[in-house]
């Protein structure tokens, strides 16, 4: 029997999607195959403070009033790229206490936003040559940040809404500048997002002088730049997943249901019910993005499902994305298809779609992992260093 693969799962970790990822690394760590891999549950505290333990594994550790991290091991992250691995190692007290760590053969990265899907936590176990399921850093930052990955959009041809951009310190200096300017721009209601945020925190939808303010007002709290979108009435939201390959394979499509002008985060991650619609199950690690109300298969002519999946998979490839992620879209009223945003980690990895296409959770899992050595392999073949006698004084 061939020896068990250390499948480090990182989750939590300092953001405002912080729950969220929560829920998404349970559902990976209960899904994985145990005869496969050994898994580490690898938590992540507000503060990004590593934690590993037997209870970082369940579910209801986390769901405690105050999570008791004494219970606990903290552990410093130490790369050791010779060896391709990601080392743990216990910080305990005591200046002759030996420390011995805990090794991780390969990670499946399950945090959302800041810090760990942004490509921060990318760039670390890039440095440690440790395999790792995902977009690498790069695709990491451009998916995370919606206002580049806009232009990324534009300068490939795919099609997006129009945009302006807006940054902090223009709010501040002139911000009855800045409302006259979205004014003149758009002459419909518009949606006001954070640049780097997902799980619709922090968005607001405005028409009027007074809303925009206030959603400007609200997205700048969460970072210095600010992407504004005019409002696509009477369309529809369609969703479709890719996994990496080659080629790509994308998923069937979901359309989410909503009560509201806005997707909201309680509709996404909550299951606050919506009148008419359908819903997913979950696992038993929680529902996460499982619990949201959604319609599947998307109820579309077979021709623009075909083309939403196209453009699906070329956003994916134009973007450089890997492991498996989601790309939104916006349908507007007249029947044209726009793109929306890329999500380098889906809520619940999506996999309730790939479900309903016959791969199993586990399977997709698998597939990451297999993917996340494949890449490595070949990063490994790239030339990183050149010796140019610097040094010498030749």
Same mark, same amino acid.
């Given at each position: 029997?061939?020896?068990?693969?250390?499948?480090?799962?990182?989750?939590?970790?300092?953001?405002?999607?912080?729950?969220?990822?929560?829920?998404?690394?349970?559902?990976?760590?209960?899904?994985?195959?145990?005869?496969?891999?050994?898994?580490?549950?690898?938590?992540?505290?507000?503060?990004?403070?590593?934690?590993?333990?037997?209870?970082?594994?369940?579910?209801?550790?986390?769901?405690?009033?105050?999570?008791?991290?004494?219970?606990?091991?903290?552990v410093f992250p130490c790369p050791d790229p010779r060896r391709g691995k990601l080392s743990l190692i216990k910080v305990e007290s005591g200046l002759f206490r030996k420390r011995k760590p805990i090794t991780v053969d390969c990670v499946i990265p399950a945090c959302h936003g800041t810090?760990?899907?942004?490509?921060?936590?990318?760039?670390?176990?890039?440095?440690?040559?440790?395999?790792?399921?995902?977009?690498?850093?790069?695709?990491?930052?451009?998916?995370?940040?919606?206002?580049?990955?806009?232009?990324?959009?534009?300068?490939?041809?795919?099609?997006?809404?129009?945009?302006?951009?807006?940054?902090?310190?223009?709010?501040?200096?002139?911000?009855?500048?800045?409302?006259?300017?979205?004014?003149?721009?758009?002459?419909?209601?518009?949606?006001?997002? &954070? %640049?780097? *945020?997902?799980? +619709?925190?922090?968005?607001?939808?405005? !028409?009027?002088?007074? /809303?925009?303010?206030? @959603?400007?007002?609200?997205?700048?709290?969460?970072?210095?730049?600010?992407?504004?979108?005019?409002?696509?009435?009477?369309?529809?939201?369609?969703?479709?997943?890719?996994?990496?390959?080659?080629?790509?394979?994308?998923?069937?499509?979901?359309?989410?249901?909503?009560?509201?002008?806005?997707?909201?985060?309680?509709?996404?991650?909550?299951?606050?019910?919506?009148?008419?619609?359908?819903?997913?199950?979950?696992?038993?690690?929680?529902?996460?993005?499982?619990?949201?109300?959604?319609?599947? &298969? %998307?109820? *579309?002519?077979? +021709?623009?499902?075909?083309?939403?999946? !196209?453009?699906?998979? /070329?956003?994916?490839? @134009?973007?450089?994305?890997?492991?498996?992620?989601?790309?939104?879209?916006?349908?507007?009223?007249?029947?044209?298809?726009?793109?929306?945003?890329?999500?380098?980690?889906?809520?619940?990895?999506?996999?309730?779609?790939?479900?309903?296409?016959?791969?199993?959770?586990?399977?997709?899992?698998?597939?990451?992992?297999?993917?996340?050595?494949?890449?490595?392999?070949?990063?490994?073949?790239?030339?990183?260093?050149?010796?140019?006698?610097?040094?010498?004084?030749?």
């Amino acid at each position: 029997m061939s020896k068990k693969i250390s499948l480090g799962i990182i989750f939590g970790g300092r953001s405002v999607e912080h729950e969220v990822s929560i829920l998404t690394g349970q559902q990976v760590i209960q899904s994985a195959d145990r005869d496969k891999y050994e898994i580490v549950p690898i938590y992540l505290d507000r503060d990004n403070l590593w934690y590993i333990g037997k209870d970082a594994g369940d579910i209801e550790f986390f769901r405690q009033k105050v999570i008791p991290l004494g219970k606990l091991n903290r552990v410093f992250p130490c790369p050791d790229p010779r060896r391709g691995k990601l080392s743990l190692i216990k910080v305990e007290s005591g200046l002759f206490r030996k420390r011995k760590p805990i090794t991780v053969d390969c990670v499946i990265p399950a945090c959302h936003g800041t810090f760990g899907e942004d490509g921060a936590l990318q760039g670390l176990l890039e440095m440690a040559n440790v395999p790792y399921a995902g977009s690498n850093l790069s695709a990491s930052a451009v998916g995370m940040n919606k206002i580049i990955f806009k232009a990324v959009l534009k300068s490939t041809g795919l099609p997006c809404l129009p945009y302006l951009t807006a940054i902090g310190s223009e709010w501040q200096t002139d911000p009855e500048g800045m409302i006259s300017k979205i004014d003149r721009e758009f002459s419909q209601a518009v949606f006001i997002k &954070p %640049a780097v *945020l997902g799980s +619709s925190v922090g968005i607001s939808r405005a !028409d009027s002088s007074d /809303r925009l303010r206030d @959603a400007l007002e609200l997205a700048f709290q969460f970072g210095d730049r600010v992407l504004i979108e005019p409002a696509v009435d009477g369309g529809k939201e369609i969703n479709c997943s890719v996994v990496d390959g080659d080629p790509p394979l994308p998923s069937i499509l979901e359309q989410p249901v909503s009560s509201e002008e806005l997707l909201t985060f309680d509709e996404k991650y909550k299951g606050r019910a919506v009148k008419g619609s359908k819903g997913t199950k979950g696992s038993k690690a929680g529902k996460g993005m499982a619990a949201q109300q959604r319609l599947i &298969p %998307a109820p *579309l002519e077979d +021709s623009m499902t075909a083309e939403i999946q !196209d453009l699906a998979v /070329r956003t994916f490839q @134009a973007v450089g994305a890997g492991g498996v992620a989601r790309i939104d879209f916006l349908i507007s009223s007249d029947g044209e298809i726009l793109i929306n945003e890329l999500n380098n980690i889906p809520g619940s990895l999506s996999f309730y779609l790939w479900e309903r296409m016959g791969k199993s959770f586990s399977e997709l899992i698998d597939r990451m992992v297999e993917r996340a050595y494949e890449v490595n392999k070949l990063q490994n073949r790239t030339t990183f260093s050149f010796e140019a006698n610097l040094l010498a004084g030749e």
